[in-house]
Nanobody
Framework: QVQLVESGGGLVQAGGSLRLSCAAS????????MGWFRQAPGKEREFVAA?????????YYADSVNGRFTISRDNAKNTVYLQMNSLKPEDTAVYSC????????????????WGQGTQVTVSS
């Protein structure tokens, strides 16, 4: 079965950095676009970043993270990454990766598979 497993979350001070990883198994990774979403307590899940199958084109970021976060993927390792720099307390959330057959999307309803998430906490 398809599994997406996130790692790399933790507690960091404002201004710090974290790198999240999402390891995929049970699917042809290179055939799937990948996305990162986050959900803070009491809030709806929101889009963070997405990357298409080849990563050469169609990379999207939410305005709130553009210029601070970088999404990338290694198809040989079946892994997608989210490098997060200049973290702010408002970035605190559970971060989840998701896989979508074919092209990338900013809408969570478009994704076929989800990971369990990893907690990111940014202290002020």
């Amino acid at each position: 079965q398809v599994q997406l497993v996130e790692s790399g979350g933790g507690l960091v001070q404002a201004g710090g950095s974290l790198r999240l990883s999402c390891a995929a198994s049970g699917l042809t990774f290179s055939a799937y676009a990948m996305g990162w979403f986050r959900q803070a307590p009491g809030k709806e899940r929101e889009f963070v970043a997405a990357i298409n199958r080849s990563s050469a084109t169609n990379i999207y970021y939410a305005d709130s993270v553009n210029g601070r976060f970088t999404i990338s993927r290694d198809n040989a390792k079946n892994t997608v990454y989210l490098q997060m720099n200049s973290l702010k307390p408002e970035d605190t959330a559970v971060y989840s990766c998701a896989a979508r057959r074919y092209g990338s999307s900013q809408y969570d309803r478009d994704y076929n598979y989800w990971g369990q998430g990893t907690q990111v906490t940014v202290s002020s």
